[in-house]
């Protein structure tokens, strides 16, 4: 109160607000009503938008008064409203001695946490702005319905209110303590529990009874007016004291070596460099450690890199020469991808490979640790500032690849010079980051160690007393006892091999001996979240368990000190915890709670607590309701949705939730109702996200489910009708081969019916036939456009299966054929039942009939030249021009039949005919697919149907971690790496004399099973 619009009005209060919306809406003679009456029915009387634009345009005039002036002088942790105005935020325009930039929030936003600098004020519009008054969903809270559902959209936002409750101070100010808005506040902080700090509110005219009420429940009721409090606060408080808090080095910093002189980094890089990343330099210093708890499993950042204490991995060198060393005149992005299995190592290599980068080759590096984010313009600024390549190393790409993603779009625009250097784990790169496949340009993977590593890390093991049991053995026996299980992820060696036990027994062990027990549930929760990798704030562990980091520190560090770390966050100065790794979590966590039972007891105490705000807590609830992941943990459907809904409660009608709800219960369900319902989960999600495309696949994939459960022949062809054409939308935009695969399991789960048919007749003949067709249409257009997809060739095999004991079929096609010959369909269909059924011979000569009068037909040509393989295996390499011909036949130039462009590279390759197919893979190393399919080496040249072709030749080449073969056969030259090795442990050397199978990938022809000749 008390701001005016400078025409002597001051703002209206809530009464005076309803009484001119009742005017302007409703007419005379219902100003009596209170304000949500009144704006239920002004709402109901006009409409929503109309109401809001009101409200707007009566508040938006208002300028805040002289004490409002006085709020920006002080340094908040934060602040909310449930108000509408903008006299908070014109306080902050106008203040010239701010000492925070407010940073309003109308309506929950991802990430956006993640855009805040230091000194960045957090501002919740817990109700609405009139800034958004065009804005509905979710828009102001005004109405009864709005007030029942003032969670929706802005569910985040009350969740940081509350955390704020739990481990700051509160001053509510501006309210009458009968406001149904304060008191939907404080009864949910009062339901949170009393283990949070004493909160105040300020209100003129407290009556005793008022003062004792609120007493009992930790509340103090200061009577004064908000103007005479914060008059009281700006003279108690010195004005240098409150820039205390506030001062900012201009000092310069690691990065002035890269910038010219006469240039600065804004505050946003600055900012981005101590929040988000981290440059990597001679100046960067390591936090303490100690041995131990390295070797132990604990990240312990740059002190293990800076200490040495981790050993020497050709991998890192191999990474280091072919991506930081060689990297010529960038003229854009390049993305990298270390992969590992957990518990490999991969984070510690990584840095090593970044503080290697920066302080050995003086590269430009910077760093992206767990607790890190992605900042486009401040990458952006910082390339163009230091003119020279940026090194970016991300320790684990799949929290990031959003970020990522769009990093590369921006860079590829603009030809900025960044090498992006990213780890994920194996399973969890193909769950989240998808949309970064086509984008890799080089792939490593992190394998198991070799004799010499294992060595080497005995070695170091030894140097700094950490051979635990191993101390009492010889030599060659420490070596075998690590060799006998360096078979298994690093971490898992290090600890059987020290601990002489089990690796689940030993963590097992480890919670067993935590006394107090309170210590041990906390310890147990910590790995419930910490398992999906995600750090753990303090706040959210407050809000579990009502206790504050101070509690924690002086009740459980110690107990807990050798299974969890603390640090703290550097964006908002709070304190996370781990647990010493995600895999140890995530063992712990199945071993603690076992039933199915105290599984949801776990989730639904955590769930409700977690704040979608934050990065940390969004990645940790996209995890833990993962539907496929959920449903290998709550078998019981009953168990899970009430999982879900407490989620839709506490965290708002989200699309993702309710997607992630549709598969869980079409995972579980085991009949139409149960699918019933995923639909209806699937539907709502459809409804708020309508253009997402893997709700819209779930949705297809749920017909086809119906399909399969469904006894009736009639309902299941139409469920499989609705599958294909649902799919069949996702076909032209699709980054991956899943609407491929969802319409070939459509077809064959079709042929399979026609196939049980009892009736045969020329009907059910044309059904089987169209069955055929439709299958492997589908599935040769999804293999030429995803060549060597798993999940294709799978059903692929079942096709063949189908038809090797089908005599039906063939009959009918047989009749078919010979009534027309010139028909491509009637062929192909007829060829690939002969062909299942083992008559190849037979197959090769209905595709040759069928060529004559098509000799243009690049599907019959393919095909010819494929069967001709199989039935002659050694044709290829004995005879490559006669394939040739066939192949070059089979694809148009620039369309995208990538398997038959990579057949015909690699027979213009075993013919000899090298600058031909180099031209061909050129193409292909272009193509819009997924990296991993396009190193994948396939197509392998056989002597016969089960013996793959031996060729000799010599190593011409060796770069790092891999090199190029220069065969006796024609002269091919082809890649090899640590994936081509037979029974070698090390990669051979130039002038080495080698045998190799030879396969083909998008990128050429490549070595497998690599032998070095005596």
């Not at 800076?306 to 960038?330: C, H, M, N, S, W």
Request: glycine share 6%; proline share 4%.
């Amino acid at each position: 109160m008390g701001a005016s619009d400078g025409k002597g009005h001051t703002i209206p209060g809530t009464e005076a607000l309803g009484k001119a919306i009742a005017e302007s809406f409703l007419g005379p003679g219902v100003t009596d009503l209170d304000f949500v009456q009144i704006c239920d029915y002004a709402a109901t009387a006009k409409s929503g938008r109309e109401l809001q634009r009101f409200i707007h345009d009566t508040l938006t005039p208002f300028q805040p008064a002289r004490f409002h002036r006085k709020i920006p002088t002080f340094h908040w942790a934060g602040m909310a409203t449930t108000n509408f105005d903008l006299v908070v935020e014109r306080a902050y325009e106008q203040e010239p001695d701010r000492l925070q930039r407010l940073r309003p929030l109308v309506r929950d936003t991802p990430d956006f946490i993640d855009t805040m600098e230091k000194g960045d004020l957090l501002y919740l519009k817990l109700h609405g702005c009139v800034t958004a008054f065009e804005q509905l969903n979710p828009g102001m809270v005004y109405s009864t319905e709005r007030i029942l559902r003032h969670k929706e959209g802005r569910a985040a936002q009350f969740s940081q209110l509350l955390e704020w409750a739990k481990v700051k101070t509160l001053i509510f100010a501006g309210y009458s303590l009968r406001d149904y808005n304060l008191r939907l506040l404080l009864d949910e902080i009062i339901k949170d529990g009393d283990a949070r700090p004493r909160h105040y509110i300020v209100k003129k005219g407290v009556l005793d009874v008022e003062r004792q009420y609120w007493q009992e429940r930790r509340f103090t009721l200061i009577d004064s007016t908000f103007e005479a409090f914060i008059d009281e606060l700006d003279a108690s408080i010195p004005g240098a004291l409150r820039k205390l808090a506030v001062a900012k080095s201009e000092e310069p910093t690691s990065l002035t070596t890269y910038i010219a002189s006469h240039r600065r980094e804004s505050s946003l890089l600055r900012n981005y460099l101590e929040t988000g990343a981290e440059h990597v330099s001679a100046e960067t210093v390591s936090p303490d450690g100690t041995p131990q708890r390295f070797f132990n499993g604990f990240d312990l950042g740059w002190y293990p890199i800076e200490k040495e204490l981790d050993f020497a991995r050709p991998l890192t060198q191999a990474i280091l020469q072919e991506q930081v060393v060689v990297t010529g005149q960038l003229t854009g992005p390049r993305l990298v991808v270390l992969k590992a299995h957990a518990g490999a190592g991969k984070s510690v290599m990584l840095r090593r490979l970044a503080w290697d980068a920066s302080r050995r080759l003086n590269k430009l590096v910077v760093f992206v640790p767990s607790t890190g984010y992605i900042n486009i313009e401040a990458l952006q600024e910082l390339v163009t500032l230091a003119q020279e390549p940026l090194f970016l190393v991300i320790d684990d790409i799949t929290q990031v690849s959003e970020g990522v993603a769009g990093l590369l779009s921006a860079a590829k625009q603009d030809k900025l010079p960044i090498v992006i250097i990213g780890g994920a784990r194996f399973n969890e790169w193909n769950i989240r980051s998808q949309n970064l496949d086509s984008s890799v340009t080089a792939e490593y993977e992190l394998r198991y160690m070799s004799h010499k590593e294992t060595e080497d890390l005995l070695v170091q093991l030894e140097l700094n007393d950490c051979l635990g049991e191993l101390k009492h053995l010889p030599h060659d026996q420490q070596l075998k006892q690590l060799e006998e299980v360096y078979g298994r992820q690093l971490l898992v060696a290090l600890h059987e091999a020290t601990r002489n036990g089990h690796f689940r027994d030993v963590i097992f062990d480890e919670y067993s001996k935590i006394v107090p027990r309170e210590a041990q549930v906390l310890y147990a929760d910590i790995c419930a979240l910490h398992r999906f990798g995600s750090p753990v704030r303090a706040g959210l562990i407050s809000r579990v368990h009502g206790i504050s980091f101070e509690q924690f520190h002086e009740r459980f560090f110690r107990p807990l000190e050798q299974v969890v770390s603390l640090e703290v966050d550097s964006r908002n100065g709070d304190w996370i915890y781990r647990s010493r790794h995600p895999y140890i979590a995530e063992i712990l966590y199945g071993q603690v709670f076992k039933t199915e039972d105290e599984r949801l007891d776990n989730l639904a105490k955590l769930i409700g607590r977690l704040n979608p705000t934050y990065s940390y807590d969004r990645r940790i609830i996209g995890d833990l309701l993962r539907g496929s992941r959920l449903a290998e943990l709550l078998t019981e459907s009953h168990r899970g949705v009430a999982l879900y809904d407490l989620a839709l409660s506490a965290l708002g009608e989200e699309h993702y939730i309710l997607h992630q709800k549709g598969i869980y219960l079409m995972r579980v369900a085991s009949d139409i109702e149960g699918l019933a319902l995923a639909e209806d989960a699937l539907l709502e999600a459809a409804e708020l996200a309508p253009t997402d495309r893997t709700i819209r696949h779930s949705i297809a994939e749920l017909a086809l489910t119906r399909a399969r459960i469904s006894t009736d022949p009639i309902e299941r062809a139409a469920w499989r009708n609705e599958a294909v054409t649902k799919a069949q939308t996702l076909l032209a935009a699709s980054n991956g081969s899943y609407a491929y695969h969802t319409i070939a399991k459509a077809h064959i789960q079709a042929l399979s019916d026609a196939m049980d048919s009892e009736v045969e007749d020329q009907l059910s003949a044309d059904a089987v036939s169209d069955a055929i067709k439709s299958a492997e249409e589908t599935i040769r257009n999804g293999l030429k456009r995803f060549p060597g997809d798993s999940h294709l060739l799978t059903e692929e095999a079942t096709l063949a299966r189908l038809l090797e004991n089908d005599e039906r079929a063939e009959r009918a096609l047989h009749r078919a054929f010979e009534g027309n010959k010139r028909s491509q369909l009637i062929a192909r269909r007829y060829a690939i039942v002969l062909r299942a059924r083992g008559k190849l011979e037979e197959a090769r000569e209905v595709l040759r009939q069928a060529l004559e009068y098509n000799p243009g037909s690049q599907d019959l040509n393919f095909d010819f030249a494929q069967i001709s393989r199989l039935i002659e295996p050694s044709i290829d390499a004995e005879r490559p021009d006669f394939l040739l011909s066939y192949y070059q036949r089979s694809f148009a130039k620039g369309d995208k039949n990538y398997r038959a462009q990579l057949l015909c590279a690699r027979q213009l390759s075993l013919a000899g005919r090298i600058s031909e197919a180099k031209v061909l893979y050129d193409g292909l190393k272009a193509a819009p697919v997924p990296f991993a399919a396009k190193s994948a080496v396939k197509e392998e040249v056989l002597r016969d149907r089960t013996t793959p072709r031996i060729f000799n030749g010599t190593v011409v080449k060796r770069f790092g971690s891999y090199g190029f073969i220069e065969l006796d056969h024609n002269h091919i030259h082809c890649y090899f790496d640590n994936r081509s090795l037979g029974d070698e442990e090390e990669l051979p050397s130039i002038g080495d004399r080698v045998s190799v199978t030879l396969g083909f990938s998008f990128f050429g022809p490549a070595a497998r099973n690599l032998t070095v000749l005596s």
